[in-house]
C-alpha cells in the first residue's frame, strides 16, 4: 500500500484537477464523469479515470451520448501547467490502453514515457469513440473468426474473399440492428470528440502530442480550433492532402530505394550482399512466375502463406515499419534469393483482415471514406506502372472489398485541403518508414510556418518509440515551443546494418 505521504499527494494532485473541473465547466454535451481506474497505477503516482461524454451526431439536437474512457496521468508538479498533453493514438481504431491482457504492459510503458512531460503537466489518454471501451463497440468478431482458422493450407484468393465477403456482411449486419451509425466515424469527427475531452477536463488549450493517424486527427483540431494548441508534436505525419491508396507503390519502391541505396553505400554491406537490389527483383519476378507456399510461425501463430512476388515486397515493407528490424533486412532479402525464405517471410502481413488489436469498424469507417472511396483509379494504375514491380502489393488490396460493403460517410472537398497554422509544430520522421515516408513530413511542413522537422536516418514508424533523443526533443518542445539547432545529432546516421 502507498504510504500516507504518497497517498496525500496523490489526493492532492487530483484535487488539482477537479479544481479546473470546477473553475471551468465543461459544454454541455461533453461532461466528464470520474471512476475507477481499469489499470494498476504505481506507487507515488496517481491517475484520475472516468468518462467523457460526447453527442453521437453533431449535426441533431438531442443526439444520444457516447462515453469515451478517459485517463489523466497527472502530474509530479505542485503546481502543474493549466495545459496538459492530449495524446491522440494512430490506426485509425488502436486504443492507447491496449486491450484485454495487454493493459498492463501497455500502461506501465506510459507512466515510464510520461514521466518527463509529467514532471510540469498532466497527459491525457482516451479511447476515441468505436475502439477499446469507448461506445459504441464497432469491433468485427466475424473477421477475427475467419483468422482464427486459418489452416495449414494456402486459400485461392477467391476462397478468402468469400469468407471476407461473409464476415463484413455480418458484422455490417449486426451494426444495423444495433442501430450503430457508421457515417460518424471521421477525422473532424474524432477531432471535436478530442476537444470535448480537454474542454470536459477544464483545459482551455493543450499541447497535441499524436503518432500517425493521429496526426491527421491532430491537423484537423489545427485546422478547427488551432487557438486552442498551443504547441504539436507530429511523430509519422499522414497530412490530409495525400491518399495512401493512390499513393502505394511509390510508397514501396521509396523505402526499399532507400534500403538499397544505403548498403550500396556502406562498404561491409555492398561486400557482403552485391547486387542486392537486382537479385531481389529477379527473386519478386521469380515468385510472382511461381509461387512458394510455406509455412510460418511457431504452434501458436503457425499460418500457412502462399509467397508470391507482391507478398515478398509486403513482407520486406512490414519489417522495415519496425526500426528494430531495418538493420537486418539486407541479410533477410539474402537469404530469401537463396531459397531460405522463412525469416522473411514471418514478416508477411496476414490475408485475413481481423485484427483483435484495432476496431475494425472504425478503421474500415475512416478508410473508405478518406482514402479508399476518395481514391482516383487512374492515379492508382499510373503509381502502379511507373513504380513496377512495387505495384504488385496492391494487385489484392483488400481495401476495395470492404468498401463495397461497409456503409461508409462522404467526404467534404475541403478535408482535402492543407492545413495552414502558426501554432508551433515538431516534426518526427524516420527515413525507412513505408507508411508516413518524410516526404509527407515535408508536405505539411509547408503549410506550418513554425514548424520544424526531425528527419532520423536509421528509423521507422513512429520514431519516438525506437529513438530516445526524439522522445527527449518532443519534451523539450513541449516545455519550450522550440528545440536547439543542434538537437538529435545522431539523427543524420545511417543504419549500421548486420553482417552474414
Not at 21 to 41: D, H, I, N, S
Request: hydrophobic share 40%.
Amino acid at each position: 500500500m502507498r504510504s500516507a505521504r504518497k497517498l496525500r499527494a496523490a489526493l492532492a494532485a487530483a484535487a488539482v484537477v477537479m479544481g479546473m473541473l470546477w473553475v471551468l465547466p465543461a459544454a454541455a454535451e461533453a461532461r466528464f464523469t470520474p471512476g475507477p481506474c481499469w489499470f494498476t497505477v504505481p506507487d507515488g503516482e496517481a491517475a484520475l479515470c472516468g468518462t467523457v461524454a460526447v453527442p453521437e451526431r453533431r449535426d441533431r439536437a438531442n443526439s444520444r451520448s457516447l462515453r469515451l474512457p478517459v485517463a489523466v496521468l497527472l502530474s509530479t508538479a505542485r503546481q502543474p501547467d493549466p495545459d496538459p498533453v492530449l495524446f491522440l493514438e494512430g490506426g485509425p481504431g488502436a486504443s492507447p490502453f491496449g486491450t484485454g491482457e495487454a493493459t498492463e504492459e501497455r500502461m506501465e510503458v506510459w507512466w515510464e514515457l510520461s514521466a518527463p512531460f509529467r514532471r510540469t503537466r498532466n497527459l491525457i489518454l482516451f479511447d476515441p469513440r468505436g475502439v477499446g471501451r469507448a461506445e459504441p463497440d464497432t469491433d468485427c468478431p466475424e473477421l477475427d473468426a475467419v483468422g482464427a482458422t486459418r489452416g495449414t493450407r494456402p486459400q485461392t484468393r477467391e476462397q478468402r474473399a468469400a469468407e471476407e465477403r461473409s464476415a463484413i456482411s455480418a458484422c455490417v449486419a449486426r451494426q444495423q440492428a444495433a442501430e450503430l451509425d457508421t457515417t460518424q466515424f471521421s477525422s473532424p469527427v474524432a477531432a471535436e470528440d478530442a476537444l470535448d475531452i480537454a474542454t470536459a477536463l477544464g483545459a482551455q488549450r493543450v499541447n497535441l502530442f499524436a503518432v500517425s493517424y493521429g496526426t491527421r486527427v491532430g491537423l484537423e483540431i489545427l485546422r478547427r480550433q488551432g487557438g486552442r494548441v498551443r504547441t504539436v508534436v507530429f511523430d509519422s505525419i499522414y497530412p490530409p492532402d495525400v491518399n495512401a491508396q493512390e499513393e502505394m507503390a511509390g510508397l514501396a519502391q521509396r523505402t526499399y530505394r532507400r534500403l538499397f541505396d544505403d548498403c550500396a553505400a556502406n562498404r561491409s554491406c555492398r561486400s557482403a550482399f552485391p547486387d542486392l537490389e537486382k537479385r531481389f527483383l529477379s527473386l519478386v519476378e521469380r515468385l510472382d512466375r511461381n509461387p512458394v507456399d510455406i509455412v510460418v510461425g511457431d504452434h501458436e501463430t503457425r499460418r500457412a502463406l502462399r509467397l508470391t512476388g507482391g507478398a515478398i515486397i509486403a513482407a520486406g515493407l512490414e519489417a522495415m515499419a519496425v526500426g528494430e528490424a531495418v538493420p537486418a533486412l539486407p541479410i533477410m532479402l539474402d537469404r530469401a534469393i537463396r531459397g531460405q525464405y522463412a525469416t522473411l517471410a514471418e514478416w508477411a502481413p496476414t490475408n485475413w483482415l481481423g485484427d483483435p488489436e484495432v476496431a475494425d469498424g472504425l478503421a474500415f469507417s475512416v478508410e473508405c471514406r478518406e482514402s479508399v472511396n476518395t481514391a482516383d483509379p487512374q492515379k492508382r494504375a499510373d503509381n502502379a506502372s511507373r513504380y513496377a514491380p512495387y505495384g504488385l502489393v496492391a494487385a489484392d488490396d483488400p481495401g476495395r472489398r470492404v468498401c463495397r460493403l461497409w456503409p461508409a460517410g462522404h467526404q467534404e472537398p475541403a478535408e482535402r485541403l492543407p492545413v495552414a497554422s502558426p501554432v508551433p509544430v515538431l516534426l518526427l520522421s524516420g527515413a525507412y518508414d513505408p507508411v508516413t515516408p518524410p516526404d509527407w513530413g515535408d508536405r505539411a511542413a509547408a503549410t506550418l510556418p513554425k514548424s520544424r522537422h526531425l528527419v532520423f536516418r536509421a528509423a521507422s514508424h513512429i520514431v519516438t518509440s525506437s529513438e530516445d533523443c526524439a522522445m527527449a526533443a518532443a519534451v523539450t518542445f513541449v516545455e519550450q515551443e522550440t528545440v536547439p539547432a543542434t538537437v538529435c545529432p545522431g539523427a543524420a546516421k545511417p543504419p549500421v546494418f548486420e553482417g552474414p
